[in-house]
C-alpha cells in the first residue's frame, strides 16, 4: 500500500513564507501548525517575482515561467521531523524514475545534518491548495524545489538547535549537528527523535534559519546511488499493480479497432459465462470486463462481441497526414534574391512514450466518496476532472500520488485513472483497472508527427537569415501547463492563438548566430492522442537544426565542432562544447562506414554537447558504438542520478533517429507492442558511455529532457557522415 504522508504522532512541525522584499526577496516567517509537529512551507526563493516577469520571451524559458506560477502556493511545502526519528519531506511531484526522490532525500539530509538512511520521501496526494506547484513536468521538479527544501530544512534545524540549547542552558551558537543530533563542546548529545516535540514550541529560534553556503555541503553534488534502489531490485518497490486495495478486482478494457471509435452496441453474453467474470460495463471509451484475474478479464475481453462506430481520423494513413503537414507550413519570410541557400525538409514519425509499467490505477467511487491510486505528473487536473466525471466535489476525491515505472511526459494524462473510476462507479464496486501494452500503443498518448523547412541564406561564407518552418499534428496540453503559465501572467502578444505557440515560444531557440532567424510553428488538429513526449518540441526543432548546423558547415568547408564553438551565443557553452569534442577525441580517423557525429542544445538553464560514434558497414544494421556527453546543468544535485538521465536520453536519441515510431493505417495505430515499436534494445545501447559534468555554477538546470535533441541530432549526423547520405526522414529505418 502505498504510505501516506506521516502526521501522526509528535513530531516538530514548522510552516514558512518567503516573501521578504530585498534584493532576493526573501522573508522566512514561521507560523506553527499542527502542534506538536513541525512541518516547514517555504516558497522559491531564487525563482524570478512576479512583478519582475520579463516581457521578451527570448529571456523567460518555460521553467521560469512554471516556478512564477508556483509561487503563490509554495510556502505549503512541508517538511517533519518526527518523534520516531524520521525526517519526512512531502513530495509534492511524482517519482517515475527520474530519481527525484533521491535528490530531495541528499538536499535535507544535508541541509539538516540528518543521517541519509533517516530521510523518508513520501509522495504527496493531490492538494488542490497547491494550485500550480503539483505538476512534475518541463525538467522543473529539482530547479522549483532545491531552495525551498533547503530553506525548511534549515528552519527545522534552527528549531532543533534551539531546543537543545534550551535544554542544556547553553549558547545556541556553541552547538553543532551531525549525524542526526545536536552536539554539545561539552560532548553532550540529543538525537532530532529527541528533540522534535520541544522543538515545536520553539517560535523564535536562537540561531539563524539560514541554509548552508556551498563550501558547507557535504551530500549535494557528490554521486549518491539510489534511495530506493533496494527496494526496487528486490520487488519491495510499490506501484499501482502492486497495491492491495480491499476488494478491488482486475479490469481491462475493450477498445476500438481505429483512434477514438465508439461502442455502438455490444453482446457480453459470452465474456459472462467464461470463470472468474464478475461484470462488464460500458464507459466512455469502451467495454470494461472485470474479473477475479487479469488472464480472466483478457480472455473475457476477446470473447465480448461490440459493434463499433467510426473514429475521428478513419481512413487517414502516414501518406494523408504528411500531406497536410506539408499544406499547413507558415511560408517562408526571406525569397532567396542574389544569395545562396541551404534547403532542407524533415519529417518525423508519431512516437509512443512506452513506459515500462503498463498504465494500472485503483479506484474506489462510492455514492459521496471516491478514493484514487496511480502514478499522477498532474493529480490537480486529475482530481478535479475524475470529480466531475463520477457527480461528485472535488472535496469528496482523493487522488493518492503512487510511484511509477516510467512516463517521459505520458503520465501528465491520467486516462487509466479517469477509466477505473468510470468503471467503479458504474459496477458499483472497487476496480484495479490495467491498460495492456497494446492499448497504450494503439490508444495512449504520442509524439505528434511533424514536418520541418529549414532554409538558410548565406553571401561571402556568412549566413543572413535562418528560418525554420514547423508543422505539427496539434499536441495535447490538456493537463494543467496551459492554465500555469495563464497565472504566471506570461504572454506571448498571441492573443488567442493556442497555448501550443506559447509553449513553443518558451521552450524553442536557436543557441548560434546565424544571421537573422525566425522559428514558426503551426499545428494540423487531428484528433488522435498526442501529448507532450521528452522533450516535446525540442525534440524536432533542435534536432533538425543540429542537421542543418553540420550541413552549413560542410557548405563553408569548416569543421562541425569548430563551426558551432565559433557561433554558440552562450560564450559558457564552448565550454561545454569543448569538453565533449576533447573527451570524445574528435576528429579522430575511422575506418570506412564508421563516423562520428556531434550536436549541441541548451534549455532549462543548461547546456550539453553530445559526440556519438556509429557502425554502418551493415547499412540495415547501424550501431552507435560510442557516447560521449559533456554537460553544464548548474549545480549537480546527485551527479550519479545526472549519469543515468544522460544514458537514458542516449538511447531515446538512438531509438528516435534509427528505429522507433509509429505507423497510421486507416485510422489506427499499426505498432501494438515491443516486438514491433523498435525501441532500443540492451544491443542497441554503446559500449562505450561517459558522462562529464562541469564544474558546478550557481543554482540546478533542468535536466531530465536536455539530452535528447542533442542525442539524436548527435546520431542522425553520425550516420549522414558514415553514409555519405542526407537522412531527412527519422526514424531512418521506418
Known amino acids: 500500500m502505498l504510505r501516506a504522508p506521516i502526521r501522526a504522532g509528535r513530531c516538530l512541525a514548522i510552516t514558512a513564507s518567503d516573501s521578504r522584499r530585498t534584493v532576493s526577496r526573501r522573508r522566512f516567517l514561521t507560523t506553527l501548525i499542527a502542534a506538536p509537529a513541525l512541518a516547514v512551507g517555504v516558497s522559491l526563493a531564487d525563482g524570478p517575482s512576479a512583478e519582475a516577469l520579463p516581457g521578451v520571451p527570448d529571456i523567460l524559458d518555460l521553467g521560469d515561467a512554471l516556478i512564477v ?17 524520521r525526517v519526512v519531506l512531502e513530495l509534492p511531484r511524482v517519482e517515475v524514475g527520474q530519481g527525484l526522490t533521491t535528490a530531495m532525500a541528499l538536499v535535507v539530509a544535508d541541509e539538516l545534518d540528518a543521517n541519509l538512511t533517516d530521510v523518508d520521501v513520501p509522495l504527496s496526494p493531490a492538494r488542490p491548495e497547491l494550485l500550480f506547484n503539483q505538476l512534475t513536468g518541463a525538467s522543473n521538479s529539482v530547479r522549483s524545489l532545491y531552495q525551498p527544501v533547503r530553506e525548511a ?26 549525524g542526526s543530533a545536536v552536539l554539545a563542546p561539552d560532548g553532550r548529545s540529543a538525537s532530532y527523535a529527541s528533540l522534535a516535540v520541544d522543538a515545536a514550541a520553539v517560535l523564535v529560534p536562537a540561531v539563524a534559519a539560514t541554509p548552508k553556503l556551498p563550501a558547507q555541503q557535504t551530500l549535494v553534488g557528490r554521486p549518491a546511488g539510489r534511495v530506493d534502489a533496494r527496494d526496487i531490485v528486490t520487488g519491495k518497490a510499490t506501484y499501482a499493480g502492486d497495491l492491495a486495495v480491499p476488494g478491488a478486482v482486475p479490469t481491462v478494457v475493450c477498445r ?46 476477446a470473447a465480448v462481441r461490440i459493434s463499433w462506430g467510426p473514429g475521428t481520423v478513419d481512413g487517414l494513413s502516414d501518406a494523408d497526414v504528411r500531406a497536410q503537414l506539408r499544406a499547413a507550413q507558415p511560408p517562408f519570410l526571406v525569397p532567396p534574391l542574389l544569395t545562396l541557400t541551404v534547403d532542407a525538409e524533415f519529417d518525423f514519425a508519431f512516437v509512443s512514450h512506452a513506459p515500462m509499467e503498463v498504465l494500472t490505477a485503483v479506484a474506489d467511487v462510492r455514492a459521496d466518496s471516491a478514493e484514487i491510486w496511480f502514478a499522477a505528473q498532474s493529480p490537480i487536473v486529475a482530481q478535479q476532472t475524475i470529480a466531475a ?4 466535489p472535488v472535496s469528496a476525491v482523493t487522488v493518492h500520488v503512487v510511484r511509477g515505472g516510467g512516463s517521459f511526459g505520458r503520465r501528465l494524462f491520467f486516462d487509466a485513472a479517469l477509466e477505473a473510476a468510470q468503471v467503479s462507479k458504474a459496477a458499483g464496486r472497487p476496480v484495479k483497472l490495467m491498460w495492456t501494452r497494446n492499448d497504450d500503443m494503439r490508444h495512449g498518448r504520442m509524439r505528434p508527427a511533424s514536418h520541418h523547412r529549414v532554409r538558410a541564406t548565406h553571401a561571402l561564407g556568412q549566413v543572413l537569415t535562418y528560418e525554420h518552418r514547423v508543422a505539427t499534428v496539434k499536441t495535447d496540453f490538456r493537463h494543467g501547463v496551459g492554465e500555469a503559465l495563464t497565472a504566471a501572467g506570461v504572454s506571448t502578444g498571441l492573443g488567442g492563438a493556442a497555448f501550443s505557440q506559447l509553449f513553443f515560444t518558451l521552450t524553442e531557440k536557436l543557441p548560434y548566430s546565424l544571421g537573422v532567424s525566425t522559428q514558426l510553428l503551426a499545428e494540423v ?7 507532450s513526449w521528452r522533450s516535446v518540441y525540442s525534440g524536432l526543432v533542435r534536432t533538425a537544426d543540429e542537421i542543418m548546423v553540420d550541413e552549413l558547415a560542410r557548405t563553408f568547408g569548416q569543421d562541425p565542432v569548430a563551426y558551432r564553438r565559433a557561433r554558440v551565443l552562450d560564450p559558457a557553452a564552448r565550454a561545454v562544447i569543448d569538453q565533449c569534442a576533447q573527451a570524445g577525441q574528435w576528429g579522430r580517423p575511422m575506418p570506412p562506414g564508421q563516423a562520428q557525429g556531434f550536436a549541441f542544445h541548451d534549455e532549462h538553464r543548461s547546456s550539453l554537447a553530445c559526440l556519438v560514434e556509429i557502425d554502418c558497414t551493415d547499412r540495415a544494421n547501424p550501431r552507435v558504438t560510442k557516447a560521449v ?11 550519479r542520478g545526472l549519469e543515468a538521465q544522460f544514458m537514458g536520453a542516449v538511447m531515446d536519441g538512438i531509438s528516435l533517429t534509427l528505429q522507433a515510431g509509429l505507423h497510421l493505417d486507416n485510422g489506427a495505430i499499426r505498432e501494438g507492442s515491443y516486438g514491433d515499436f523498435h525501441y532500443a534494445r540492451q544491443r542497441h545501447s554503446p559500449p562505450a558511455f561517459e558522462v562529464h559534468l562541469l564544474p558546478p555554477s550557481g543554482a540546478p538546470g533542468g535536466a531530465g529532457e536536455l539530452g535528447v535533441p542533442a542525442a539524436a541530432a548527435a546520431v542522425a549526423n553520425a550516420y549522414a557522415r558514415a553514409t555519405g547520405t542526407s537522412p531527412r526522414s527519422f526514424p531512418i529505418s521506418f
Open 389 to 392: 466525471a463520477v457527480g461528485l
Open 256 to 301: 476500438p479497432p481505429t483512434i477514438n471509435g465508439t461502442v455502438v452496441s455490444f453482446d457480453a453474453t459470452a465474456a459472462l459465462a467464461l470463470p472468474g467474470v464478475l461484470a462488464v460495463v460500458q464507459i466512455p471509451t469502451g467495454v470494461a470486463v472485470l474479473a477475479e484475474t487479469f488472464d480472466q478479464a483478457l480472455k473475457a475481453k
Open 153 to 178: 530544512a534549515a528552519a527545522c534545524r534552527a528549531r532543533l538547535v534551539t531546543a537543545a540549547a534550551n535544554r542544556w542552558a547553553l549558547p545556541a551558537s556553541s552547538l553543532r549537528t551531525a
Open 629 to 639: 556527453v559533456a554537460a553544464d546543468v548548474g549545480l549537480p544535485v546527485n551527479p
Open 525 to 531: 488538429p487531428l484528433e488522435m492522442h498526442t501529448g
Open 69 to 85: 506560477a508556483g509561487l503563490p502556493t509554495a510556502h505549503l511545502l512541508v517538511l517533519q521531523v518526527t518523534a520516531a526519528g
